[in-house]
């Protein structure tokens, strides 16, 4: 990392808003840099030396009273915070955009995103090495039942090998710190990860088909799942596949 | 009057579409206004000293949080959450904005130009912070909020919704509509003039 980066990510962990593997980046820096430490502690210093409580104003009765007339009668209740997702989603491609540009626009925010980037990782993952499948079979009926016990779902699993994607295997893999599981396809040289896990009551409906570091990434709701397909394929043929793969998985609805 | 630029349209959206979870635009208009009161009222505070920074004048702040507050009931129907905070201020912005800038004739650099600023000398190579052995002086509470009220537009705002309401870079991203990449960088600068404000207020030390 260099000063420059530093100079700007010390703000990020003094708010803390890094990662812990971004956090260890930036402070392996601090380490090795007087000039950059030096920095952290004058902003600390600064952060010290400036309470909330003196910056904040307190708004005149007066206008209160204004409002308070122009809004119905009181009924107190108070509003329900989201708790602030802390610590930025930077995917493993952040070093490496890191070290190219200082302009951290690419971070990914949100939970969403963060969730992205670990499903990307993930697939990159099962690509890397011997770890694609935890079992390999094209038989539907012996992948599911292999999850049994692993996961908290009973993931649906089809085999689309008719429909041109044909069913590899399944693995066990981790999103978002949970179990999930994993259903391996392959078209002609590409494979294709579906991952499954159990839907957050009111989690998102994502139609589109995202993008990170070249893989597509489609993610969507059904029969109380939540599912990411991400692969290499082109987003037409991802799309595709999720068509087949709905189609297949719930044959008619109701039935 | 209060036709808005297209940004300030997709901040008011609030993500509309993330999240379905909209019982705000049923029920008839009192419940919902009782509603927006409950949840919008107890962030009066924060909303005021906003706009006290946002335009540095008492009376200008009173109108703009009366005028947030009337757009935000009106407006509550598409509010899909996730924070009522963030997204009062998001309105109170477009409010210091769009009327009282070009009212007062006064310049309100919250937007645009400032990129060029935040270019123009890369924050590494400006003149560094100083060194360690200076410690900074506690000034009182009037002091403070001057040498913050001193900022230039961009970067006061930084100060006031990170430090004083203590928004995650997202939130801020979300506030003032633009990447996170510039929250953290216009952060970076806002605190950068912060101190060096600071040193200087207690004059040349003999």
């Known amino acids: 990392m260099t000063c420059a980066e530093s100079e700007v990510l010390l703000h990020a962990l003094l708010d803390g808003e890094l990662d812990a593997g971004h956090a260890r980046e930036v402070e392996t820096h601090l380490e090795t840099c007087p000039r950059c430490a030096r920095h952290l502690v004058a902003y600390r210093e600064l952060q010290q030396a400036m309470p909330a409580a003196q910056l904040r104003f307190t708004a005149p009765m007066s206008l209160r009273r204004r409002i308070e007339t122009a809004l119905p009668a009181a009924r107190t209740s108070t509003s329900s915070r989201r708790s602030v997702l802390k610590g930025f989603a930077m995917g493993s491609a952040l070093s ?18 963060r969730v992205l980037g670990d499903v990307v990782s993930a697939h990159v993952r099962s690509l890397q090495g011997e770890h694609l499948t935890d079992v390999q079979t094209s038989d539907q009926h012996t992948v599911k039942p292999w999850f049994n016990g692993k996961v908290d779902v009973a993931p649906p699993v089809v085999d689309l090998t008719a429909q041109g994607f044909r069913l590899i295997g399944g693995r066990l893999d981790y999103l978002d710190g949970k179990a999930v599981a994993s259903i391996v396809y392959r078209r002609r040289m590409h494979v294709i990860n579906l991952f499954i896990a159990q839907a957050a009551p009111s989690e998102p409906q994502g139609r589109k088909i995202d993008k990170i570091q070249g893989f597509n990434i489609r993610r969507w709701n059904a029969q109380g799942f939540e599912f990411w397909a991400v692969s290499d394929i082109d987003a037409a043929e991802l799309q595709e596949f999720v068509e087949k793969f709905d189609a297949a998985s719930h044959p008619a609805s109701g039935a | 009057m209060l036709d808005q630029p297209q940004r300030q349209g997709l901040t008011l959206a609030w993500k509309a579409g993330d999240d379905m979870r909209a019982s705000n ?30 335009l540095r004048n008492g009376a200008d702040a009173e109108d703009a949080v009366q005028e947030c507050y009337l757009r935000g009931l009106r407006h509550f129907d598409t509010y899909r959450g996730p924070a009522m905070k963030p997204w009062l201020f998001a309105i109170l912005r477009n409010v210091c904005r769009s009327e009282f800038m070009r009212r007062s004739g006064v310049a309100l650099a919250i937007d645009g130009q400032a990129e060029e600023d935040e270019d123009a000398v890369p924050l590494w190579q400006e003149a560094p912070v100083s060194p360690e052995a200076e410690m900074l002086r506690q000034w009182d509470a009037k002091t403070i909020r001057r040498l913050v009220e001193d900022l230039p537009d961009p970067f006061r705002e930084m100060i006031v919704l990170r430090e004083i309401n203590d928004l995650s870079y997202s939130e801020i991203a979300d506030v003032v509509g633009v990447p996170i990449g510039t929250v953290m960088s216009r952060l970076a600068r806002a605190r950068s003039m912060l101190r060096k404000a600071w040193i200087a207020e207690e004059g040349p030390s003999t």
């Open chain 1, 96 to 113: 490496a955009a890191m070290a190219a540009t200082l302009v951290v626009a690419v971070i990914r925010t949100d939970h969403d995103q």
């Open chain 2, 25 to 54: 635009g049923s029920g008839d208009p009192n419940d919902k206004a009782r509603r927006f009161r409950d949840a919008a009222l107890p962030h009066l505070d924060d909303v005021y000293t906003l706009a006290r920074y946002l």
